[in-house]
């Protein structure tokens, strides 16, 4: 990685302002999953160890913008509620409280939590930092200016930093005051990675720039539209590109398959046409299923029970919707990721959700947890959920913390997250 991290500059009596993800699910209050206070521990101990004033922010969950001037984005069942309900109803659902409480557990009593972000209570807390301690800051949200990058607000919270720490992988594609803004500004003495960020680009960034090859990408989820950039990218670099999901039958179509009622881009199928060319020239092995999973409607609810039925890929009936692949396609893509030697994933093979048609899902996730000295990188979203859900977590090199982030960084796209801080 050419980024600086945590551990190139001196952070001894420093103010550290990290922008951490804590955007964790809750329900009633209660934190229901705490992987990423979890993940963002080694930079805030590496960094209370070192003698830092650690200074953390995040957002969590849409919450309303209760500390601007308006609060923006009403939704409909909030319509006529006065400032001060929406704001009861907003600290209710989205404070940082429950995860400054929990952090202060883990990290024995030293962690105070602001209840605003660039307000008096924010200023008399960070004063108040001494080094190897923690502020929580409350959501970054309640700023409507957080998200438009606005550069008085940048400048508020660059107050809080001498060094400028981002290791919020899940919101770098953002160019966010808290996630690129207070760098780009030139706000603070140095901007550098955190050990989660310093990961992911590792990890993730090299695979794409030296993979131990064979190299396999599997990409599945419901259009080729939100991947485009993500294949193109791919075919540049990979072996094998596998594909499955919804976005198997655009390519279908492209090759003169019936798809019958399934869910296909009949727009982009002059485009799957072209990355078939693309395939073929670069000599990269394209694999599409060679069976499906069809039923005749879309499950409904999501779950719901289903009949089913195998077809080949070539003779799916036109009255019915392939929602999965079959058990060929399984073996196949079982046996190609048994292979490889760099794997990356993002993206269902089918319905996932279903109990039925997350077969080809589970099928893919196995293999992966099965391979033998491969480098094995979930790209986060549905495929990362899969993965933790089957427990094959910790069978895997790598999960992503960011979905799309990720889909970004596989891409090709440099994330304004990264491209703001400072160069090696
Ligand atoms: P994405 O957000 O693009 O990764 O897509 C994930 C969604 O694609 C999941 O909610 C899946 O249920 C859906 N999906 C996957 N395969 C199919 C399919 N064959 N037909 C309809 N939806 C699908």
Redesign the pocket.
């Known amino acids: 990685m050419n980024k600086k991290t945590i551990c190139d500059v001196d952070v001894k009596g420093k103010k550290c302002l990290v922008r951490v993800d804590f955007n964790v699910p809750m329900k009633d209050g209660k934190i229901t999953d705490e992987n990423r206070i979890n993940g963002a521990l080694p930079t805030i101990k590496y960094l209370m160890e070192h003698g830092a004033k650690v200074i953390l922010c995040s957002h969590l969950g849409r919450p309303y913008s209760i500390f601007s001037k308006e609060i923006k984005k009403i939704k409909p069942e909030d319509e006529g509620k006065s400032r001060e309900e929406l704001t009861a109803l907003t600290v209710k659902k989205c404070s940082l409280k429950p995860v400054a409480d929990r952090l202060n557990e883990i990290l024995g009593g030293k962690v105070t939590f602001a209840t605003d972000v660039i307000g008096e209570d924010a200023k008399a807390k960070v004063a108040a930092c001494k080094d190897g301690e923690v502020v929580l800051l409350e959501n970054l949200r309640f700023h409507s200016e957080e998200t438009k990058n606005d550069e008085n607000f940048c400048k508020a919270l660059a107050e809080f930093c001498d060094i400028y720490v981002n290791d919020a992988f899940g919101t770098a594609h953002r160019a966010h005051a808290s996630t690129a803004g207070i760098a780009q500004y030139g706000l603070c003495e140095a901007a550098v990675a955190g050990f989660l960020i310093g990961k992911e680009l590792d990890v993730m960034g090299g695979a794409l720039e030296n993979p131990v090859r064979p190299f396999v990408a599997i990409l599945?989820?419901?259009?080729v539209s939100?991947?485009i950039g993500v294949i193109n990218n791919l075919l540049e670099k990979v072996d094998t590109l596998v594909i499955?999901?919804?976005?198997?039958?655009t390519f279908f179509k492209a090759k003169g398959y019936g798809v019958g009622t399934?869910?296909c881009e009949l727009d982009k199928v002059d485009l799957a046409k072209e990355l078939l060319k693309k395939a073929e020239d670069k000599k990269v092995k394209l694999l599409l299923p060679v069976d499906t999973k069809v039923a005749a409607a879309?499950p409904d609810p999501?779950d719901a029970p289903i009949e089913v039925s195998v077809v080949a890929s070539n003779a799916i009936p036109d009255d019915m919707?392939?929602?999965?692949i079959g058990p060929e396609t399984q073996k196949l893509y079982a046996e190609t990721v048994k292979t490889a030697k760099t794997v990356i994933w993002?993206?269902?093979?089918?319905?996932?959700?279903?109990p039925v048609?997350c077969e080809g899902t589970v099928a893919v996730a196995k293999a992966l947890s099965e391979t033998e000295g491969a480098t094995t990188i979930i790209g986060g979203?549905?495929?990362a959920a899969a993965v933790k859900k089957l427990g094959f977590a910790d069978k895997m090199t790598h999960i992503s913390t960011g979905g799309g982030a990720s889909l970004e960084f596989l891409e090709g796209i440099e994330l304004p997250g990264v491209a703001c801080l400072d160069n090696k």
Request: net charge negative; hydrophobic share 40%; aromatic share 10%.
């Open positions: 599945g989820g419901a259009k939100d991947k499955g999901g919804a976005m198997a039958y399934s869910l879309f999501i919707m392939g929602l999965d993002n993206g269902p093979m089918g319905v996932f959700e279903n048609l979203g549905d495929s």
